[in-house]
């Protein structure tokens, strides 16, 4: 089994050293980034003290969830949200990040089953018009907002994105959105999350003012895409 100390070690300094030159001294939270990686390799990240993983492929994500239940981890999925798979997501994750549609909100808070605390959930932001990217568009948001917010089973958290390769200023651009949403809705206590920056991009992210990182490469290695999902 790969050690994986040094790599963890390795992606925690770099949050800090970009924390430092952005004068920051709020936390930024590390999420692991596990698709594709092995029951084990998560259980050795979570021995290293990583207690917040990341996954795409929901059937896969579902399996790792079964085998490793005993332990206190909070689960997010970060892919793409069907229709057809909200119950399941409903069912196993604490949160989701890639809410671009009302009625998939509506359909995850109407099948968070009893007794679990609410769904944590960041909605997803198209934040620079990508054809290829998924997310509402920027100018969407407030009226996303308005319409999830009272959920009864959903916490609003805050946005997500994936920008273009090197466009920085996309960063600084959902931080000012992040803060238009704020100020709109001053009683949205649990609106404090920014999910932005991955290995390659995660230093300007932080300095823009990331609250949450998802690193996977950097972490566990290369990724193994042979297995359909």
């Not at 993983?53 to 999925?77: M, P, R, S, V």
């Amino acid at each position: 089994m790969q050690d994986f100390s040094q790599a963890r070690n390795h992606v925690l300094e770099q949050i800090q050293q970009a924390c430092d030159i952005a004068h920051r001294t709020d936390q930024v939270k590390l999420l692991a980034v596990s698709k594709t990686h092995s029951s084990q390799a998560i259980q050795a990240m979570y021995d290293l003290g990583q207690r917040a993983f990341g996954e795409n492929y929901l059937q896969e994500a579902c399996a790792k969830i079964d085998t490793l239940q005993g332990l206190d981890i909070d689960w997010h999925f970060i892919g793409h949200v069907q229709r057809n798979k909200t119950k399941q997501i409903a069912t196993h994750f604490s949160w989701v990040h890639g809410i671009d549609r009302l009625i998939i909100a509506q359909r995850l808070s109407d099948q968070r089953p009893e007794g679990m605390a609410p769904l944590n959930i960041c909605i997803q932001v198209n934040i620079d018009g990508q054809d290829s990217k998924d997310g509402c568009d920027p100018e969407d948001v407030i009226a996303m907002v308005e319409k999830i917010q009272d959920l009864p089973h959903i916490a609003l958290r805050g946005l997500m994105v994936i920008p273009a390769p090197n466009n920085t200023q996309a960063f600084f651009d959902t931080q000012k959105l992040f803060r238009d949403v704020a100020e709109a809705y001053p009683t949205l206590t649990s609106w404090d999350t920014l999910s932005m920056g991955m290995s390659g991009d995660l230093q300007p992210a932080v300095e823009a003012g990331s609250t949450l990182v998802r690193v996977g490469t950097a972490l566990f290695g290369g990724r193994d895409y042979s297995q359909n999902r």
